[in-house]
């Protein structure tokens, strides 16, 4: 689809979203079950739920256009989850591992929260409205999410993850003997040819 207007633009991104929230939708469970803390398992169905209104908000949005929600392949949100399923395959300390797993996610909410945010006020300026109110309903929501993930990791997850390391790295740290470099050449550099 070329794109020569502001609305063209608009409807790319809205795809683009579509597809994102999509596959959103398909890691979330994976990401709740990873996760040992059940305060991150809990922030995670919820979010799942969340994401399932939004992509309810987003056909709203294609319905008043009149066009198909399908059609595009969002990459970045593929590359965030591919980083995400790294994750998921890791094998370690459960806290770690849930700190990681908010890693992913905040990089997540924060990509949303631009492209919702682009696409606001995309609809805004097109006269939009309805569009422009459901949109800004979800970019709201994504900030929640952002910030209870910030807080469940300050106040929790972090800080667990912090004394694990402290429990193994003790025990683990080998003290490696530092060896000098030996000389191997006698020859000293011949003055002037330095």
């Known amino acids: 689809m070329p794109m020569e207007t502001l609305h063209d633009l608009y409807v790319n991104e809205l795809k683009d979203l579509y597809n994102a929230e999509n596959q959103l939708l398909k890691a979330l469970p994976r990401m709740a079950k990873k996760a040992s803390a059940p305060e991150l398992r809990a922030a995670f169905e919820e979010h799942l739920e969340v994401t399932r209104k939004q992509i309810e908000r987003l056909d709203?949005?294609?319905?008043?256009?009149?066009?198909?929600?399908?059609?595009?392949?969002?990459k970045a949100m593929e590359g965030l989850i591919e980083e995400g399923k790294e994750v998921?395959?890791?094998?370690?300390?459960?806290?770690?591992?849930d700190a990681a797993l908010?890693?992913?996610?905040?990089?997540?909410?924060?990509?949303?929260?631009?492209?919702?945010?682009?696409?606001?006020?995309?609809?805004?300026?097109?006269?939009?409205?309805?569009?422009?109110?459901l949109l800004q309903e979800?970019?709201?929501?994504?900030?929640e999410a952002d910030?209870?993930?910030?807080?469940?990791?300050?106040?929790v997850i972090n800080i667990d993850a912090e004394a694990a390391d402290g429990e193994d790295g003790e025990e683990d740290e080998e003290e490696v003997p530092v060896v000098a470099a030996k000389r191997t050449s006698t020859k000293t550099p011949a003055k002037g040819k330095r």
């Open 138 to 143: 979800t970019l709201d929501e994504e900030g």
């Open 102 to 133: 908010i890693a992913c996610a905040q990089r997540v909410e924060h990509y949303e929260m631009a492209g919702y945010g682009c696409v606001r006020s995309f609809a805004t300026l097109l006269g939009f409205e309805d569009a422009a109110a």
């Open 60 to 74: 709203e949005v294609f319905t008043e256009l009149g066009v198909s929600p399908k059609g595009k392949k969002c």
């Open 88 to 97: 998921l395959e890791e094998v370690g300390d459960p806290a770690v591992i």
């Open 147 to 155: 910030k209870k993930l910030t807080e469940l990791a300050e106040s």
